[in-house]
């Protein structure tokens, strides 16, 4: 099966040229202009692309497909999520694994291969999430690193259940500088959180709202900081998942300065929620996520990080509950709201429209935050995030122009609501292709259940260097 991808705008990381891509079955064959004429005529099927960009499929290294949290599970199922994804222009995610307390890393690990096996509708990885470091799953891990999983998620939040301690975390830093893992940290102070949390409670401060208020900057400014120290006295690089503060921002850029390997992403919803939407009674809880939306000073912030590649990715963090049935376990104790927001649809038309219509980044630096940054970071690069002959043939045909209104009631994500009802934005995937296939076309999901495949990967320790 040859493709031809006819007339487009060839947007990378790098640049942007007038090109075609010919695909010869799951790979891209030849890139350049005018491949009618050196065997793209011979083409089984043409994809028009004039007036539209194409670009590498969209990758989202952070989502949550069923994950369990205080007693329920997130909507979306990894059928469900890999298409709404497949719609939105993202053609790879990389969800976690969960490890319980007390039960292995294999256990949690092969619980999600078989949730994930045979249903996705677009490529997959796992990321492995610890709860409890100790000689067994330090060991562990480096057989994960060997079989394709070579990154690991701690938190310094969430006290008895996902929560470590520094000498935890310094211990998993020390295994990944033997066995060329990363971890990647949740990095807010949760002891002191549930200090302030349960004040607010005891002073009937009930309501979502609190969530956000209780949750200070400076907690995860100094959960930030205190991380990557950590990680520069064990030698090795860190990641900071959904950072939403400025406070942690500088300690990014400060360490980041200092020629420290410290990275970081943050979200759409820290770029265009505030915590002013956690307000409105308990409506706040379809808002309710960790970090919490901050008020809108940080995210002027944000988009001055991402120019400046002090954040040098932008993923979800999907994890979609209910507002009816789910969200609701929270009324009247903030506390107990499920932590998660929707967005693996979203989060490219959201930062086309927002940062570039919006004029915060280049139409280049938008494919490196959602695409090529994290390929080399989390090693699917070059196979992914490029549009490059012998590169996966993981394509978005988008059209720059088209506007649309983001709607529950017309999104693919499997949750009652959306955080951004209504509003209408500039930018729209046109054509997916997953190795080659076309899987959605003007709208119409033409993918079947299970085109999606594990992926290996390894990190990039040149890219990831120490300095
Ligand atoms: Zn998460």
């Known amino acids: 099966m040859r493709t031809l991808i006819h007339g487009g705008t060839v947007v990378t990381a790098n640049g942007s040229h007038a090109a075609d891509v010919l695909i010869n079955g799951a790979t891209i064959a030849a890139v350049g202009r005018g491949l009618e004429a050196t065997g793209g005529d011979g083409a089984d099927k043409t994809i028009d692309a004039s007036g539209k960009y194409v670009i590498p499929g969209a990758i989202d290294v952070h989502t949550h497909m069923e994950l369990p949290f205080g007693g329920t599970f997130a909507k979306d199922t990894f059928e469900t999520g890999s298409r709404a994804a497949a719609w939105g222009g993202t053609t790879t995610i990389v969800d976690f694994a969960v490890q319980s307390r007390g039960k292995s890393l294999r256990e949690g690990l092969d619980a999600c291969h078989a949730k994930a096996e045979g249903t996705c509708a677009i490529d997959y990885g796992f ?30 939040a969430y006290p008895g259940v996902f929560f470590s301690d520094d000498g935890a975390i310094f211990r998993a830093m020390q295994q ?72 942690a921002l500088h300690s990014v850029r400060v360490a980041r300065d200092r020629g420290s390997a410290a990275f970081a992403e ?149 949750v009652d609501y959306s955080c951004y009802e209504g509003r209408e934005v500039q930018g729209w995937s046109t054509v997916v292709l997953s190795r080659g296939k076309t899987i959605i076309e003007n709208g119409a999901y033409v993918g079947a259940k299970g085109d999606g495949r594990f992926l290996r990967r390894a990190v990039s320790q040149d890219y990831l260097k120490v300095s």
């Open 127 to 156: 990321h492995m999430i610890m709860s409890d470091v100790n000689d067994a799953t330090l060991a562990e891990m480096d057989a994960l690193v060997a079989e394709g999983v070579p990154t690991f998620k701690l938190f310094t």
């Open 266 to 414: 943050t979200c759409p919803q820290y770029l265009l929620l505030t915590l002013d939407d956690l307000g409105n009674g308990f409506e706040g809880a379809k808002f309710v996520c960790s970090p919490p939306l901050r008020p809108a000073d940080h995210a002027v912030e944000l988009w001055k990080g991402l120019a400046k590649d002090d954040l040098q990715v932008v993923s979800t963090d999907h994890c979609p509950f209910d507002f009816v049935g789910q969200k609701d376990l929270g009324k009247g104790d903030f506390r107990k709201v499920p932590n998660g927001l929707p967005g693996v649809e979203n989060r490219v038309d959201l930062l086309h429209d927002a940062g570039v219509v919006g004029g915060h980044i280049t139409r280049e630096r938008w494919v490196e935050l959602i695409s090529t940054a994290p390929a080399r970071m989390f090693g699917l690069y070059p196979r992914k995030g490029a549009v490059a002959v012998g590169s996966d043939a993981d394509l978005v045909v988008y059209d720059p122009a088209a506007r649309h209104t983001i709607s529950a009631s017309t999104h693919h994500m499997n």
């Open 176 to 247: 990944t500088a033997k066995n060329g893992g990363l971890i990647m940290m949740h990095a807010e102070n949760g002891p002191a959180i549930d200090v302030v949390a349960a004040q607010a409670v005891a002073e009937g401060k009930t309501d979502p709202y609190y969530h956000g208020v209780v949750r200070y900057p400076i907690f995860e400014g100094e959960a930030t900081n205190r991380v990557i120290r950590l990680a520069e006295a064990a030698g090795v690089p860190v990641y900071i998942v959904h950072l939403s503060a400025k406070e």
